[in-house]
């Protein structure tokens, strides 16, 4: 888990919509003043 790694899956997106799912929380996050980060890398 997060907690725990540092870093967890939340889920499994096609590029378009990870991209505007990881913009839209890192957006709203930081509206909120929560130190949360998303990121998107490629499924291996």
């Not at 725990?4 to 839209?24: H, I, L, M, P, Y």
């Amino acid at each position: 888990t997060a907690h725990r790694k540092g870093s967890c899956v939340v889920a499994v997106f096609t590029r378009e919509v990870a991209e505007e799912k990881c913009r839209r929380a890192n957006d709203m996050g930081a509206a909120e003043g929560f130190p949360l980060t998303f990121t998107m890398e490629k499924e291996s």
